[in-house]
């Protein structure tokens, strides 16, 4: 199911996603982004996790199992350390989660909750001291990406505009997006495999993309 990403418990993709989840009856599910909390009823989980939190839900209410369907950051960390410093790695990173904070969860940029998401993003090691401190990340950004005029209200299109000279976020993210499609597409098809109903929920960016080679390779299973 390719969701968009939405805290609104009025939505009518909320009412969609559960529709669907009854009518498919899925033997497994796999969530997005890392295993989400389980909150206490439905109204709750959306407001505070979105799409991810509803299908924690249901899979508790069902008694279905839940997986992340993401690679290991391991994987991910090796591929970009390749072509980019750790320090671009983790502006990345934490202008992504200012990004989502602001526009999908409704959080404030406020300084105290900018210096919690720099401690956060601490895996490996050289990510973790790459950036240690809001004055060092505002010093980065200004040094590294000299064109964003304010960093606490970037627009997701500047992650998206891979012609714009010299935006190397939104290579990092092309990559990123690579190497997680590429895993998400191997863990349903392993579970198809072992002949499992297999329920999905990420976002709509990613089905768009998998859609086609994803429906290839079921046609390919015996």
Known sequence: YGSYHNTDSNHPQFRDIEQCWNRFDPDIAFCEGGMWPLAANRVVAIRRYG????????????????RCIEPDQRVIWQSLARRFSAVQIKIYYVLRQVLINREIFKQGTSSSK?????????????????????????????????????????NSRYFLNILRP???????????????????????????????????????????????RLLEQIGRLP
Do not use: C
């Open 51 to 66: 799409e991810q939190g509803l299908l924690r839900f249901l899979a508790n209410r069902d008694r279905i199992e839940i």
């Open 114 to 154: 900018i210096e919690e998401i720099i401690k956060t993003i601490d895996f490996p090691i050289r990510l973790r001291y790459a950036i240690m401190s809001l004055k060092a990340f505002k010093n980065a950004v200004r040094r590294l990406l000299p064109d964003l005029k304010d960093w606490r209200q970037i």
């Open 166 to 212: 010299g935006n190397w976020l939104a290579k990092i993210d092309v990559e990123v997006n690579k190497i997680r499609d590429r895993r998400m597409m191997a863990n349903i098809i392993r579970e198809i495999r072992r002949g499992k109903r297999v329920f999905a929920l990420v976002g709509l960016n990613h089905v768009e993309k998998q859609r086609e």
